[in-house]
């Protein structure tokens, strides 16, 4: 039988909208699992170089030779640790003092329901429960925060939902690869509609927006933010969400020097990424410093311990190489 051009692409179409509701059943299925199963995502703090004698609150399989310790358990398994560290510790290494001050300090609370009521319910009553969470945390941690979700589960909607929290602080600056911009004017129409200012920079000489007020959202690209390195500094941008972050990964390039600086100056700093490490964890010390610049404040020691770095030859005066596994 042959089939008319007609019916071809009503098959083409129909397979496409298939694909398009697998997909969909797919990434709902993944939100189900993950309020059905929560120990899934609950992070583990692993420390290496204990003995064979576990502590208190700590697992460990005779098939590792590391203990992974539940946020929830830090503070009796680093006392244990500390007190009897002859015998938990093989004699390489502690956590560094910044790292053991974290684990002294009690664990916050989960806050619940604190997404503030100025928050427009056409965003705020659409957010999934998992995405709430993300939300809550990015307001526990005073707008300064990395969401690393997988794509298709909605990082651009708990970003704006987090930074609708402050919008008192706006304008809001977005960041993006130039591929996207227009999908992220696209979200504000979606999810906030009540925001009617949204200028999109087509061109490194389009004007700045005039009006300066909680409805209003600049959305460049990261060449466009080189380009208005100076401008963007002297407006002092409050609140500032970078997608891709992992673009961000290279110390030494231009773009990430400016969204450093740009995280210096703002109080709200959201950062988005579905792979914000690609190799090794070295390429999230450039993005977390633009959240914290305080918890690793230096890359060799970062390196160091996180990265199975050794040095190399010094190559300049102020600055050495260094070998990751």
């Not at 619940?112 to 809550?136: C, D, H, K, M, T």
Request: aromatic share 6%; hydrophobic share 40%; proline share 6%.
């Amino acid at each position: 039988m042959v089939l008319t051009d007609e019916q071809r692409a009503t098959i083409e179409r129909n397979k496409a909208e298939a694909l398009k509701r697998a997909a969909a059943r797919k990434a709902r299925e993944a939100a189900a699992e993950l309020q059905r199963k929560p120990h899934l995502v609950k992070p583990l703090l692993s420390t290496t170089n204990f003995s064979r004698r576990p502590t208190s609150g700590s697992l460990y399989t005779n098939r590792s030779t590391v203990s992974a310790t539940h946020p929830t358990k830090l503070s009796s398994t680093t006392n244990a640790s500390s007190t009897n560290a002859s015998q938990n510790f093989q004699g390489n290494e502690k956590p560094p003092p910044h790292i053991q001050q974290i684990l002294r300090e009690p664990l916050a609370a989960p806050l619940r329901g604190i997404i503030p009521a100025a928050v427009e319910p056409s965003i705020s009553n659409l957010l999934f429960p998992y995405q709430r969470a993300g939300v809550e945390f990015g307001v526990q941690k005073n707008g300064r925060v990395l969401v690393a979700d997988e794509m298709g589960l909605g990082k651009s909607v708990q970003a704006l939902a987090i930074a609708r929290c402050y919008k008192s602080e706006w304008p809001l600056l977005v960041v993006c690869p130039a591929s996207v911009k227009a999908a992220w004017k696209s979200q504000f129409e979606s999810f906030l509609p009540t925001v009617t200012n949204v200028c999109v920079m087509a061109k490194s000489m389009d004007p700045w927006p005039e009006e300066k007020n909680s409805n209003t959202v600049v959305i460049m690209s990261y060449d466009q933010m080189i380009l208005r390195d100076e401008q963007l500094k002297s407006e002092k941008i409050k609140v500032v969400i970078f997608d891709e972050s992992h673009m961000l990964k290279d110390s030494k390039a231009k773009r990430t020097r400016v969204a450093t600086d740009l995280s210096r100056i703002a109080l709200r700093v959201i950062l988005l990424s579905g792979t914000p490490a690609l190799s090794c964890p070295a390429e999230l010390f450039t993005q977390l410093r633009m959240i914290d610049p305080f918890v690793f404040p230096n890359y060799r020691d970062f390196a160091m311990r996180y990265c199975n770095g050794r040095e190399g030859r010094v190559v300049s005066a102020d600055r050495e190489s260094y070998h990751f596994e």
